[in-house]
C-alpha cells in the first residue's frame, strides 16, 4: 500500500487574539467560524477574513486541570436555525446548548 503524500498544511486564517489552543470547530450558517478554546472555556466566531469577530466565556470551572475553563470544551454544531450553539463540556461531562 503507497501512503499518499500532504497536499499541504493550509494557510492560516486568524492567530492569536483570543484563540487559546483551540480544539473544536464548526461554521456557521453566515459562514463565520466558530471555535472552542482548550485552554480558558471560551467559544469564539472568526470572520473567514480572519477578524475575531465574537468570544463567549462559557466554562470557568477549573476541572480537570486548575485553570479556569482549560482542558474542557470540544466539539461544537451551530443549531440549523442558527439560534443556539450546542458544545461538549468535558469538565462536567455535559452536552450543553448555548442560546
Same mark, same amino acid.
Given at each position: 500500500?503507497?501512503? *499518499?503524500?500532504? =497536499?499541504?498544511? /493550509?494557510? @492560516?486564517?486568524?492567530? #492569536? %487574539? *483570543?484563540?487559546? =489552543?483551540?480544539? /473544536?470547530? @464548526?461554521?456557521?450558517? #453566515? %459562514? ?5 478554546? /482548550? ?61
Amino acid at each position: 500500500m503507497t501512503r *499518499a503524500s500532504s =497536499d499541504g498544511i /493550509g494557510s @492560516t486564517v486568524s492567530h #492569536n %487574539g *483570543a484563540l487559546n =489552543d483551540p480544539l /473544536g470547530l @464548526t461554521i456557521a450558517p #453566515n %459562514g463565520d467560524i466558530v471555535t472552542t478554546n /482548550g485552554n480558558d472555556g471560551r467559544i469564539v466566531e472568526t470572520t473567514p477574513q480572519g477578524s475575531q469577530a465574537g468570544v463567549k466565556l462559557v466554562d470557568n470551572s477549573r476541572s480537570p486541570h486548575s485553570r479556569p475553563g482549560a482542558g474542557t470544551l470540544f466539539g461544537l454544531t451551530i443549531s440549523a436555525n442558527a439560534r443556539a450553539v450546542d458544545f461538549v463540556n468535558d469538565g462536567d461531562n455535559t452536552l450543553r446548548l448555548l442560546h
